[in-house]
Every structure is written in C-alpha cells, then in structure tokens.
C-alpha cells in the first residue's frame, strides 16, 4: 500500500527494540450518507417482518435428541 490518498503510514513498536512502519486508513470526513432513509425503510421494515415470523415459527419446531 503507497502512502497518499487513501492511508498514512505510522510507525509501530514491535517488542522490545523493533519497529514497523503500518499503514493506517485515514478518517472519513464527516457528511450526510450517500443513501436517504428513505431508500432502505421499506426494505428494512420487511426483512424485520420476515425475522420476526421466522423467529416465531422456529418456536413451533421440536427437536429431535
């Protein structure tokens, strides 16, 4: 990995007496998510539904020992 856009390198103690040199991600700025609430709600919503049936009906299955 280059140093640059993406990550800056720092170094790190390694034991005693050794260091390395790491690559560390550098910190998303802050802003509004790409995506508005409004574009996943629904499909949210549903899949909470559907684990929510899923999880009853688990409830009904016996096991078998």
Request: charged share 20%; net charge positive; hydrophobic share 40%.
């Amino acid at each position: 990995m280059k140093e640059g856009l993406n990550a800056a390198f720092v170094t790190v103690k390694v034991g005693k007496a050794d260091s390395r040199r790491s690559p560390r991600p550098l910190p998303l700025p802050p802003g509004e998510p790409t995506l508005a609430p409004v574009c996943y709600e629904a499909g949210n919503r549903a899949a909470e539904l559907a684990l929510a049936r899923l999880s009853g009906v688990s409830g009904l299955v016996t096991t078998r020992s």
